[in-house]
C-alpha cells in the first residue's frame, strides 16, 4: 500500500473533490451531516476548539496494488485500522472509495483536532504512515509495496503514462545511473553524459537533466528541452544522491539492489509513543557515554534504525544543533551515531559520514559531533575523540537547558493527561 498525506485547512476543497468524482462511494463516515456544506461545517466547530491551530484537516490516499482486490468490508477494517494507529480514532474523519484509476485507493479526510479539542500530533507522521501501512499489508495479505525512503527511483506519472512518456523518464534514469556509476567524478559525469546529449544544469531547486533531442513549446513559444530535476527522478540523482550511492561505484547496481531490504535490522519495532520514545532514551543514555553507545544498546534491545533514530532525537544535543545546523544535517548526523554504534548497515554510509564531518567543519560546529561519539578525520591527521557524556554541554548551551528545564518539565506533565493514540508513532 501506498500513502500520500496532505495537511492544510480547505475541508471544502477537499470535499468537492473526494464526493464529486462520479465513481466515488463512502465507505465509513464519523462526521456530521449528509452534504458537503453540513460536512464541512462539522468540521469547523471542531476546528473553533483550537483556532490557533494553522492546518486541522489531515487528507491521506490509500492505494492498493493494481493486482489487489479489497472489498468494501476489508476497506473499513482497513481504515479503522489506520485512523488507530496513526491516532485519529477520536477525531472526526470520513472515507471516500474511488475506482476511476487502475489501481483501487480511498481518501481519508479527518480533522487533527478530537471531539474534546486535542490536538493530534503530525511530528514524523509520513514514515509513521509507511510503517503503520507495512503492518496492514502482513495483516490483510496485500501486496507489499517498499516505502519511500526505500525507493531510489521514482516511477513515472500517470500523466506520462497517459501520454506514453514513461519510457523517456525510465531511459533518462538508467542513462545517468550508468553514467554515475562508471564515472570517477562530478567533472566526469557531466562531460559524460554531455557525449549521451544530456546537459546537466545547476539552479536554485537542485540538478536539472536536459536531454537535447527532444523539446517541447512553452508558453511564451519558444523551444525548451525536455528536462528532469534530480529529485524528480529519484533521491539518487540529486547531487547529494550522486555523490553517496552512484559516483564511482562499481558495485552500484549490488548498493542499489541491496536496499530493498535498507539496513540489516529488524523489520518491525513495537509501536512508541513520543513520551516512550524519551523515556527509553534517557533509560540507554544512562548507560552510555555518548550517542553512539546509546544507539547500541538499543540496538541489542531489539529497536531497528527508524526506532533508534527517533530515541535520540529526543536528546538535547539534537534539540540544541538543528537549530544550529538545521534539521536535515542533524538527522544526518544521527544517522551516522547509529552506523557507528551499531551492526546495522545502509548503502554509502561513508560518504554520508564524510559529509556530516565536512558540513560541520565548515560552520565551526566540529567540536559538537563529540557527544555523539564520532571519530573525527581530516585531510592530513585522523584524531580519536574522546568518548563523552551526553550531558555535559558547552557553556553557552547550560544556560538555555537551565531555562528550559522548568518549561520541559511542565510539558510532560501535560503529555501524560492526554490520550497515547494522539502520539502513536509507527516504527518499522
Not at 485512523?83 to 472515507?95: Q, S
Not at 531497528?304 to 536535515?328: C, E, H, P, T
Not at 544535517?329 to 554520508?352: F, R, S
Not at 544556560?399 to 497515547?420: E, L
Amino acid at each position: 500500500m501506498l500513502s500520500n498525506i496532505v495537511k492544510g485547512s480547505h475541508f471544502l476543497e477537499a470535499l468537492q473533490y473526494t464526493k464529486g468524482k462520479k465513481q466515488s462511494q463512502v465507505l465509513v463516515k464519523k462526521v456530521n451531516g449528509r452534504t458537503v456544506k453540513q460536512q464541512v461545517n462539522s468540521f469547523e466547530q471542531v476546528w473553533n476548539q483550537r483556532r490557533r491551530v494553522q492546518r486541522p484537516m489531515f487528507h491521506v490516499s490509500l492505494s492498493v496494488h493494481h493486482d489487489d482486490k479489497v472489498d468494501a468490508v476489508t476497506w473499513r477494517k482497513i481504515i479503522r485500522r489506520y485512523l488507530r494507529e496513526m491516532g485519529y480514532k477520536n477525531c472526526p474523519y470520513i472515507a471516500i472509495r474511488h475506482s476511476d484509476r487502475l489501481h483501487d485507493h480511498v481518501h481519508i479526510i479527518a480533522s487533527r483536532i478530537t471531539h474534546n479539542g486535542q490536538l493530534v500530533s503530525d511530528s514524523w507522521d509520513y514514515l509513521k504512515s509507511q510503517n503503520v501501512l507495512r503492518r496492514i499489508e502482513a495483516d490483510f495479505e496485500l501486496t507489499p509495496c517498499p516505502s519511500s525512503s526505500e525507493c531510489h527511483e521514482r516511477p513515472p506519472k500517470i500523466w506520462e503514462i497517459q501520454k506514453n512518456q514513461q519510457e523517456l523518464r525510465r531511459w533518462m534514469q538508467n542513462t545517468v545511473k550508468q553514467t554515475a556509476i562508471q564515472s570517477p567524478n562530478f567533472p566526469e559525469l557531466v562531460a559524460n553524459l554531455a557525449q549521451k546529449q544530456i546537459n546537466v544544469r545547476f539552479t536554485p531547486q537542485g540538478l536539472r537533466y536536459e536531454w537535447r533531442i527532444d523539446s517541447y513549446w512553452d508558453k511564451d513559444g519558444n523551444t525548451q528541452p525536455t528536462s528532469y530535476t534530480g529529485s524528480t527522478l529519484g533521491k539518487v540523482f540529486t547531487e547529494y544522491g550522486l555523490k553517496r550511492y552512484l559516483l564511482n561505484q562499481n558495485h552500484g547496481d549490488h548498493a542499489l539492489s541491496s536496499t530493498a531490504n535498507t539496513f540489516s535490522q529488524p523489520a518491525l519495532s513495537p509501536w512508541l509513543t513520543h513520551q516512550k520514545a524519551k523515556n527509553l532514551y534517557y533509560q540507554y543514555s544512562a548507560q552510555a557515554d555518548n550517542l553512539a553507545q546509546t544507539a547500541q544498546i538499543a540496538s541489542q534491545n531489539g529497536w531497528n534504525w527508524d526506532a533508534i533514530r527517533f530515541m535520540l532525537a529526543q536528546s538535547q544535543w539534537f534539540a540544541y544543533i538543528k537549530k544550529k545546523v538545521g534539521r536535515a544535517l542533524a538527522l544526518k548526523a544521527l544517522n551516522v551515531a547509529i552506523a557507528d554504534g551499531t551492526d546495522y548497515t545502509a548503502p554509502g554510509m561513508d560518504y554520508e559520514k564524510n559529509y556530516v564531518e565536512l558540513a560541520f567543519a565548515r560552520q565551526g560546529y566540529s567540536h559538537y559531533l563529540q557527544p555523539i561519539g564520532v571519530s573525527i578525520t581530516t585531510a592530513t591527521t585522523v584524531i580519536e575523540t574522546p568518548t563523552v557524556k551526553e550531558q555535559p554541554l558547552p557553556e553557552e548551551m547550560k544556560q538555555q537547558f537551565a531555562n528550559n528545564t522548568q518549561q520541559t518539565q511542565q510539558q510532560s506533565v501535560v503529555q501524560q493527561s492526554q490520550p497515547n493514540n494522539d502520539y502513536y508513532f509507527g516504527l518499522g
